[in-house]
């Protein structure tokens, strides 16, 4: 059975694979977002969100050595929301969270979620579809799922006792859907897990073009 490992402290990320049945470790990566994306020059919010996803894995990747960590998969996410043509990452501070959600109430928006998985095995099988070259010639593959996300009319009380939570800052958006965040979240269209920020069905596809089989994962 091939190791799988998360390349993110995000504990909804590590959730959803434990709770789709999928073993896995956690290796948190030391990536700069700013200073990739300013690098990269990218500004695009799904190219963003996969271009991050990326970088942690390739990081997390980069630091494996042989023992336990010999012939593992990676697998970066990276979650990027799309509001009125401007690409939001975490806030950070209550008063950005703030103003982002009063701008969000009552409206839509779209959330990316960039998928990078690298095989570090020296020979990885590959399936017609092909996956690319990733760090030192390791086979790699990426995709974005994506999701719109139809927000209530929220009152300025909800927003200021949402916020006053601290679960806003330090997710994409200024939001969750699998925690406080649900009440204020009318429907969305698209691939749920994309929200949470880990698709499963995404994870499904690249282990896919990779060779592997995500049954291969389960516990």
Known sequence: MP???????????????????????????????????????????AETALLLARAKAEAVAATLTQGNDAGVLVLGCDSVFSFD?????????????????????????????????????????????????????????????????????????????????GEPLAVAGSFTIDSRGSAFIRRVDGDPHAVIGLSVTTLRTLLHRLGEDITALWR
């Open 3 to 45: 190791d799988l490992i998360l390349a993110s402290a995000s504990p909804a990320r590590t959730k959803l694979l434990t709770d789709a049945g999928i073993a896995h470790r956690i290796r948190v990566s030391d990536v700069d977002e700013d200073a990739v994306v300013a690098r990269h020059g990218v500004t695009d919010p």
């Open 85 to 165: 043509g401007v690409a939001y990452g975490k806030p950070h501070t209550p008063e950005r969270a703030t103003a982002r959600i009063t701008a969000m109430s009552g409206r839509s928006g779209t959330l990316y979620t960039g998928h990078w998985l690298i095989d570090t095995r020296s020979a990885a099988p590959r399936d017609a579809d092909g996956p690319t070259a990733g760090t030192n010639g390791q086979a790699a593959a990426g995709a974005i799922a994506s999701a719109e996300v139809h927000f209530a009319s929220m009152t300025a009380e909800e927003i200021a006792a949402y916020v006053a939570t």
